[in-house]
Protein backbone atom coordinates (compact mmCIF):
# COMPACT_ATOMS: atom_id res chain seq x y z
CA UNK A 1 0.00 0.00 0.00
CA UNK A 2 1.28 3.25 -0.97
CA UNK A 3 1.89 5.46 1.90
CA UNK A 4 0.36 8.64 3.14
CA UNK A 5 2.24 9.34 6.48
CA UNK A 6 5.50 9.08 8.27
CA UNK A 7 5.92 9.16 11.96
CA UNK A 8 9.07 9.97 13.54
CA UNK A 9 10.45 8.51 17.12
CA UNK A 10 13.71 10.24 18.25
CA UNK A 11 16.72 9.84 20.82
CA UNK A 12 17.04 13.25 22.41
CA UNK A 13 20.05 15.08 20.66
CA UNK A 14 20.08 12.96 17.58
CA UNK A 15 19.20 15.68 15.41
CA UNK A 16 15.83 13.21 14.48
CA UNK A 17 13.26 16.67 14.64
CA UNK A 18 16.29 18.48 12.18
CA UNK A 19 15.61 15.38 9.89
CA UNK A 20 11.94 14.75 10.20
CA UNK A 21 11.53 18.69 9.07
CA UNK A 22 13.96 18.21 6.33
CA UNK A 23 11.54 14.84 4.90
CA UNK A 24 8.50 16.73 5.12
CA UNK A 25 9.31 19.95 3.23
CA UNK A 26 11.56 17.82 0.51
CA UNK A 27 8.15 15.67 0.15
CA UNK A 28 6.08 18.73 0.06
CA UNK A 29 3.17 17.77 3.59
CA UNK A 30 2.75 19.25 6.82
CA UNK A 31 5.50 18.88 9.61
CA UNK A 32 3.75 18.51 13.22
CA UNK A 33 6.17 18.38 16.71
CA UNK A 34 5.37 21.64 18.14
CA UNK A 35 2.42 22.74 15.94
CA UNK A 36 0.48 20.11 17.38
CA UNK A 37 -0.06 21.77 20.87
CA UNK A 38 -2.00 24.32 19.60
CA UNK A 39 -4.24 21.71 18.73
CA UNK A 40 -4.19 19.71 21.82
CA UNK A 41 -4.42 22.96 23.79
CA UNK A 42 -8.30 23.50 22.24
CA UNK A 43 -9.29 19.98 21.70
CA UNK A 44 -8.33 19.75 25.95
CA UNK A 45 -9.10 23.20 27.16
CA UNK A 46 -5.80 22.80 28.59
CA UNK A 47 -3.61 25.75 28.29
CA UNK A 48 -0.42 25.33 25.85
CA UNK A 49 1.90 26.01 28.48
CA UNK A 50 1.02 23.30 30.60
CA UNK A 51 0.81 20.89 27.77
CA UNK A 52 4.42 21.81 26.80
CA UNK A 53 5.80 21.02 30.18
CA UNK A 54 3.42 17.50 30.66
CA UNK A 55 3.05 15.89 27.26
CA UNK A 56 5.48 13.44 26.45
CA UNK A 57 8.33 14.39 28.07
CA UNK A 58 6.64 15.05 31.26
CA UNK A 59 8.80 14.90 33.99
CA UNK A 60 6.40 12.76 36.60
CA UNK A 61 5.94 10.33 33.87
CA UNK A 62 7.88 7.94 35.88
CA UNK A 63 6.82 9.08 39.34
CA UNK A 64 4.36 7.46 41.27
CA UNK A 65 2.30 10.36 41.61
CA UNK A 66 1.67 10.58 37.57
CA UNK A 67 0.99 6.79 37.85
CA UNK A 68 -1.60 7.26 40.42
CA UNK A 69 -3.21 10.06 38.94
CA UNK A 70 -3.73 7.65 35.36
CA UNK A 71 -4.87 4.81 37.17
CA UNK A 72 -7.01 5.66 39.52
CA UNK A 73 -8.49 8.17 37.79
CA UNK A 74 -11.48 5.92 36.61
CA UNK A 75 -11.83 5.30 39.82
CA UNK A 76 -13.71 8.82 40.48
CA UNK A 77 -15.52 8.74 37.56
CA UNK A 78 -13.33 11.55 35.56
CA UNK A 79 -10.24 11.46 33.93
CA UNK A 80 -7.33 12.98 35.27
CA UNK A 81 -5.42 15.78 33.71
CA UNK A 82 -3.11 13.98 32.59
CA UNK A 83 -5.07 11.18 31.07
CA UNK A 84 -7.11 14.17 29.24
CA UNK A 85 -3.61 15.49 27.49
CA UNK A 86 -2.78 11.94 26.30
CA UNK A 87 -6.60 11.29 25.17
CA UNK A 88 -6.38 14.97 23.26
CA UNK A 89 -2.97 13.95 21.96
CA UNK A 90 -4.42 10.92 20.90
CA UNK A 91 -7.28 12.44 18.56
CA UNK A 92 -5.02 15.16 17.22
CA UNK A 93 -2.81 12.46 15.77
CA UNK A 94 -5.63 10.49 14.44
CA UNK A 95 -7.55 13.55 12.94
CA UNK A 96 -4.04 14.26 11.21
CA UNK A 97 -3.83 11.12 9.84
CA UNK A 98 -7.48 10.95 8.49
CA UNK A 99 -6.83 14.27 6.95
CA UNK A 100 -4.19 13.53 4.40
CA UNK A 101 -0.09 12.53 4.53
CA UNK A 102 1.74 14.70 6.95
CA UNK A 103 4.33 14.08 9.39
CA UNK A 104 4.07 13.75 12.44
CA UNK A 105 6.97 13.58 15.75
CA UNK A 106 6.65 11.81 18.86
CA UNK A 107 3.69 11.36 20.80
CA UNK A 108 3.19 7.95 20.38
CA UNK A 109 1.87 8.47 17.03
CA UNK A 110 3.62 5.18 15.83
CA UNK A 111 1.79 3.23 18.07
CA UNK A 112 -1.67 5.39 18.02
CA UNK A 113 -1.40 4.33 13.94
CA UNK A 114 -0.52 1.47 14.30
CA UNK A 115 -3.46 -0.21 12.53
CA UNK A 116 -3.24 1.77 9.53
CA UNK A 117 -1.11 0.33 6.26
CA UNK A 118 -0.46 3.43 4.82
CA UNK A 119 2.10 4.45 7.06
CA UNK A 120 6.63 4.26 7.77
CA UNK A 121 7.14 4.52 11.39
CA UNK A 122 10.83 5.71 11.46
CA UNK A 123 13.38 5.60 14.66
CA UNK A 124 16.24 7.95 14.71
CA UNK A 125 18.95 7.46 16.96
CA UNK A 126 22.75 8.08 17.39
CA UNK A 127 25.81 7.16 19.75
CA UNK A 128 25.98 9.27 23.18
CA UNK A 129 28.99 11.54 22.03
CA UNK A 130 27.39 12.20 18.93
CA UNK A 131 24.15 13.14 20.95
CA UNK A 132 25.92 15.12 23.51
CA UNK A 133 27.58 17.53 20.94
CA UNK A 134 24.22 18.19 19.30
CA UNK A 135 22.32 18.90 22.64
CA UNK A 136 25.48 21.40 23.69
CA UNK A 137 25.26 23.26 20.23
CA UNK A 138 21.78 23.23 20.11
CA UNK A 139 20.67 24.16 23.69
CA UNK A 140 23.58 25.03 25.02
CA UNK A 141 25.12 24.22 28.84
CA UNK A 142 22.65 24.09 31.98
CA UNK A 143 25.29 23.51 34.66
CA UNK A 144 23.46 19.52 34.51
CA UNK A 145 26.26 17.02 33.25
CA UNK A 146 25.57 15.79 29.87
CA UNK A 147 25.68 12.33 30.62
CA UNK A 148 22.85 13.19 32.86
CA UNK A 149 20.82 15.31 30.61
CA UNK A 150 20.75 12.24 28.26
CA UNK A 151 19.88 9.70 30.55
CA UNK A 152 16.91 11.36 32.21
CA UNK A 153 15.34 12.37 28.92
CA UNK A 154 15.53 8.60 27.85
CA UNK A 155 14.26 7.59 30.25
CA UNK A 156 10.90 9.78 30.50
CA UNK A 157 10.86 8.76 26.19
CA UNK A 158 10.52 4.97 27.52
CA UNK A 159 8.60 5.16 30.60
CA UNK A 160 6.26 7.72 28.54
CA UNK A 161 5.91 5.22 26.02
CA UNK A 162 6.20 2.05 28.20
CA UNK A 163 3.42 3.32 29.91
CA UNK A 164 1.05 4.89 27.31
CA UNK A 165 1.40 1.89 24.63
CA UNK A 166 2.68 -1.41 26.73
CA UNK A 167 5.56 -1.58 24.25
CA UNK A 168 9.31 -1.14 24.62
CA UNK A 169 10.61 2.08 22.84
CA UNK A 170 13.17 1.41 20.31
CA UNK A 171 13.50 -1.93 18.73
CA UNK A 172 13.36 -2.25 15.97
CA UNK A 173 10.23 -4.43 15.19
CA UNK A 174 8.14 -2.04 15.99
CA UNK A 175 9.85 0.59 12.86
CA UNK A 176 9.46 0.53 9.23
CA UNK A 177 12.91 2.36 8.89
CA UNK A 178 15.18 3.05 12.33
CA UNK A 179 18.94 5.04 11.13
CA UNK A 180 21.90 6.08 13.49
CA UNK A 181 21.82 9.74 12.41
CA UNK A 182 25.64 9.94 13.72
CA UNK A 183 26.65 6.59 11.33
CA UNK A 184 25.20 7.57 8.48
CA UNK A 185 24.56 11.81 8.48
CA UNK A 186 21.25 13.91 8.38
CA UNK A 187 21.47 14.54 4.80
CA UNK A 188 21.46 10.29 4.41
CA UNK A 189 18.83 10.05 6.67
CA UNK A 190 16.49 12.01 4.54
CA UNK A 191 17.41 10.74 1.53
CA UNK A 192 17.05 7.19 3.01
CA UNK A 193 13.48 8.14 4.07
CA UNK A 194 12.25 10.32 1.19
CA UNK A 195 13.01 7.18 -0.97
CA UNK A 196 11.17 4.45 1.33
CA UNK A 197 8.03 7.07 1.47
CA UNK A 198 8.07 6.96 -1.68
CA UNK A 199 8.29 3.70 -2.61
CA UNK A 200 5.10 1.44 -3.72
CA UNK B 1 35.03 7.38 7.64
CA UNK B 2 34.21 4.61 4.64
CA UNK B 3 32.76 1.84 5.49
CA UNK B 4 34.25 -1.31 4.60
CA UNK B 5 32.28 -4.20 5.97
CA UNK B 6 28.98 -4.79 6.34
CA UNK B 7 27.32 -7.20 9.19
CA UNK B 8 23.85 -8.24 8.36
CA UNK B 9 20.90 -10.22 11.34
CA UNK B 10 18.19 -11.17 10.41
CA UNK B 11 14.70 -12.28 11.95
CA UNK B 12 14.28 -15.90 10.54
CA UNK B 13 11.87 -15.61 7.44
CA UNK B 14 12.46 -12.02 6.93
CA UNK B 15 14.44 -12.27 3.70
CA UNK B 16 17.67 -11.22 5.54
CA UNK B 17 20.28 -13.76 3.43
CA UNK B 18 18.44 -13.33 0.12
CA UNK B 19 18.83 -9.70 0.52
CA UNK B 20 22.56 -9.28 1.83
CA UNK B 21 23.20 -11.80 -1.09
CA UNK B 22 21.87 -9.47 -3.31
CA UNK B 23 23.75 -6.10 -1.84
CA UNK B 24 26.98 -8.10 -2.10
CA UNK B 25 26.39 -9.22 -5.24
CA UNK B 26 25.46 -4.97 -6.19
CA UNK B 27 28.42 -3.96 -4.46
CA UNK B 28 30.88 -6.71 -5.83
CA UNK B 29 32.40 -7.61 -2.36
CA UNK B 30 32.74 -11.25 -1.08
CA UNK B 31 29.10 -12.72 1.04
CA UNK B 32 29.66 -15.25 3.97
CA UNK B 33 26.67 -17.06 5.45
CA UNK B 34 26.92 -20.52 5.42
CA UNK B 35 30.20 -19.79 3.77
CA UNK B 36 31.96 -19.09 6.78
CA UNK B 37 31.39 -22.82 8.01
CA UNK B 38 34.41 -24.65 6.24
CA UNK B 39 36.43 -21.90 7.95
CA UNK B 40 35.30 -22.36 11.39
CA UNK B 41 36.12 -26.26 10.75
CA UNK B 42 39.23 -25.91 9.99
CA UNK B 43 40.03 -23.65 12.71
CA UNK B 44 38.14 -25.49 15.35
CA UNK B 45 39.10 -29.24 14.20
CA UNK B 46 35.10 -29.46 14.42
CA UNK B 47 33.20 -31.14 12.28
CA UNK B 48 31.29 -28.95 9.35
CA UNK B 49 28.07 -31.40 10.24
CA UNK B 50 28.65 -30.69 13.98
CA UNK B 51 29.30 -26.42 13.37
CA UNK B 52 25.93 -26.40 10.74
CA UNK B 53 23.88 -27.76 13.97
CA UNK B 54 25.50 -26.09 16.70
CA UNK B 55 26.64 -22.27 15.92
CA UNK B 56 24.31 -19.68 15.79
CA UNK B 57 20.84 -21.37 16.24
CA UNK B 58 21.93 -23.93 18.70
CA UNK B 59 18.61 -25.31 19.85
CA UNK B 60 20.21 -26.07 23.11
CA UNK B 61 22.01 -22.46 23.83
CA UNK B 62 18.72 -21.72 25.78
CA UNK B 63 19.06 -25.11 27.81
CA UNK B 64 21.09 -25.98 31.30
CA UNK B 65 22.90 -28.04 29.58
CA UNK B 66 24.49 -25.46 27.26
CA UNK B 67 24.43 -23.10 30.04
CA UNK B 68 26.40 -25.49 32.38
CA UNK B 69 29.15 -26.73 29.13
CA UNK B 70 30.03 -22.65 28.80
CA UNK B 71 30.04 -21.57 32.39
CA UNK B 72 31.92 -24.37 33.92
CA UNK B 73 34.15 -24.71 31.24
CA UNK B 74 36.71 -22.42 32.56
CA UNK B 75 36.70 -24.55 36.05
CA UNK B 76 38.26 -27.67 34.79
CA UNK B 77 40.44 -25.21 32.54
CA UNK B 78 39.70 -26.64 29.03
CA UNK B 79 37.12 -25.01 26.93
CA UNK B 80 34.03 -26.84 26.72
CA UNK B 81 33.52 -27.70 22.99
CA UNK B 82 30.77 -24.84 22.68
CA UNK B 83 33.30 -22.20 23.49
CA UNK B 84 35.58 -22.98 21.20
CA UNK B 85 32.98 -23.27 18.35
CA UNK B 86 32.30 -19.50 19.26
CA UNK B 87 35.73 -18.86 19.58
CA UNK B 88 36.91 -20.20 16.46
CA UNK B 89 33.75 -18.42 14.99
CA UNK B 90 34.70 -15.26 16.37
CA UNK B 91 38.64 -15.58 15.24
CA UNK B 92 37.38 -16.12 11.49
CA UNK B 93 34.93 -13.37 11.67
CA UNK B 94 37.76 -10.68 12.89
CA UNK B 95 40.06 -11.97 10.33
CA UNK B 96 37.55 -12.15 7.23
CA UNK B 97 37.61 -7.80 8.20
CA UNK B 98 40.60 -8.00 8.53
CA UNK B 99 41.33 -8.79 4.78
CA UNK B 100 39.07 -6.29 3.02
CA UNK B 101 35.44 -5.04 2.46
CA UNK B 102 32.84 -7.91 2.94
CA UNK B 103 28.96 -8.84 4.02
CA UNK B 104 28.76 -11.27 6.84
CA UNK B 105 25.52 -12.43 7.89
CA UNK B 106 24.88 -13.31 11.52
CA UNK B 107 27.23 -15.04 13.79
CA UNK B 108 27.46 -11.83 16.22
CA UNK B 109 29.36 -10.04 13.92
CA UNK B 110 27.92 -6.88 14.57
CA UNK B 111 29.10 -7.63 18.27
CA UNK B 112 32.58 -8.62 17.22
CA UNK B 113 33.13 -6.04 15.21
CA UNK B 114 31.24 -3.08 17.29
CA UNK B 115 34.94 -1.34 17.90
CA UNK B 116 35.80 -0.98 14.30
CA UNK B 117 34.74 2.11 13.24
CA UNK B 118 34.46 0.93 8.99
CA UNK B 119 31.29 -1.17 9.42
CA UNK B 120 27.89 -0.78 8.67
CA UNK B 121 25.68 -2.60 11.00
CA UNK B 122 22.07 -3.69 9.56
CA UNK B 123 19.39 -6.11 11.08
CA UNK B 124 16.50 -7.02 8.64
CA UNK B 125 12.69 -8.25 9.95
CA UNK B 126 9.11 -8.11 9.02
CA UNK B 127 6.30 -9.02 10.49
CA UNK B 128 4.96 -12.21 11.65
CA UNK B 129 2.12 -13.32 8.44
CA UNK B 130 4.71 -12.13 5.94
CA UNK B 131 7.40 -14.10 7.58
CA UNK B 132 5.04 -16.99 7.68
CA UNK B 133 4.08 -16.76 4.20
CA UNK B 134 7.93 -17.01 3.56
CA UNK B 135 9.03 -19.36 5.36
CA UNK B 136 5.81 -22.06 4.01
CA UNK B 137 7.32 -20.87 0.47
CA UNK B 138 11.11 -21.22 1.26
CA UNK B 139 11.36 -24.21 4.02
CA UNK B 140 7.83 -25.92 3.16
CA UNK B 141 5.81 -27.23 5.74
CA UNK B 142 7.36 -29.18 8.43
CA UNK B 143 3.99 -30.86 10.32
CA UNK B 144 4.89 -27.86 13.49
CA UNK B 145 2.65 -25.26 13.67
CA UNK B 146 4.80 -21.89 11.44
CA UNK B 147 3.69 -19.99 14.85
CA UNK B 148 6.14 -22.24 16.69
CA UNK B 149 8.92 -22.76 14.56
CA UNK B 150 9.15 -18.72 14.83
CA UNK B 151 8.86 -18.31 18.03
CA UNK B 152 11.73 -21.62 18.45
CA UNK B 153 13.72 -19.56 16.32
CA UNK B 154 13.46 -16.16 17.35
CA UNK B 155 14.54 -17.39 21.12
CA UNK B 156 17.34 -19.68 20.21
CA UNK B 157 19.03 -16.12 18.24
CA UNK B 158 18.02 -13.87 21.09
CA UNK B 159 19.13 -16.31 23.58
CA UNK B 160 22.16 -16.92 21.68
CA UNK B 161 23.23 -13.20 21.25
CA UNK B 162 22.39 -12.48 24.86
CA UNK B 163 24.37 -15.13 26.08
CA UNK B 164 27.68 -14.31 24.23
CA UNK B 165 27.16 -10.07 24.08
CA UNK B 166 25.19 -9.49 26.73
CA UNK B 167 23.25 -7.12 25.09
CA UNK B 168 19.12 -7.20 23.73
CA UNK B 169 19.23 -8.54 19.88
CA UNK B 170 16.96 -6.11 17.95
CA UNK B 171 17.62 -2.90 19.53
CA UNK B 172 17.61 -0.38 17.05
CA UNK B 173 20.57 1.23 18.97
CA UNK B 174 22.92 -1.14 17.86
CA UNK B 175 22.17 -0.76 14.12
CA UNK B 176 23.53 1.55 11.25
CA UNK B 177 20.33 0.35 9.55
CA UNK B 178 17.26 -1.27 10.64
CA UNK B 179 14.64 -2.43 8.22
CA UNK B 180 11.36 -3.66 7.64
CA UNK B 181 11.50 -6.31 4.14
CA UNK B 182 7.66 -6.98 4.65
CA UNK B 183 6.62 -3.00 4.22
CA UNK B 184 9.75 -1.85 2.07
CA UNK B 185 10.52 -4.76 -0.18
CA UNK B 186 13.57 -6.65 -0.89
CA UNK B 187 14.47 -4.72 -3.97
CA UNK B 188 14.36 -1.51 -2.08
CA UNK B 189 16.37 -2.93 0.93
CA UNK B 190 19.20 -3.93 -1.04
CA UNK B 191 18.91 -0.05 -2.08
CA UNK B 192 18.68 1.65 0.82
CA UNK B 193 21.26 -0.68 2.44
CA UNK B 194 23.79 -0.17 -0.80
CA UNK B 195 23.24 3.72 -0.71
CA UNK B 196 23.79 3.99 3.31
CA UNK B 197 27.46 1.58 2.93
CA UNK B 198 28.74 3.62 -0.16
CA UNK B 199 28.29 7.00 1.50
CA UNK B 200 31.43 8.52 3.28
Known sequence: MSKRIITVSRQFGSGGHTIA???????????????LITEVARKSGLSEEFIRENEEYASHSNSFLYQLAMSTAGSYGYPSVYQKLYEAQTKVVEELAEKGPC????????????????????FIHADNAQRAARILERYGDTGKSIEQRIKEKDSRRRNYYRFHTDRE??????????????????????????????AE
Chains 1, 2 share one sequence.
Not at 22 to 32: D, E, K, M, S
Not at 103 to 122: Q, T
Not at 169 to 198: H, M, P, R
Open 21 to 35: KAVAARLGIPFYDNE
Open 103 to 122: LIVGRCADYILRERGDCLHV
Open 169 to 198: WGICANYGLALDSGILGEELCVELITQAFK
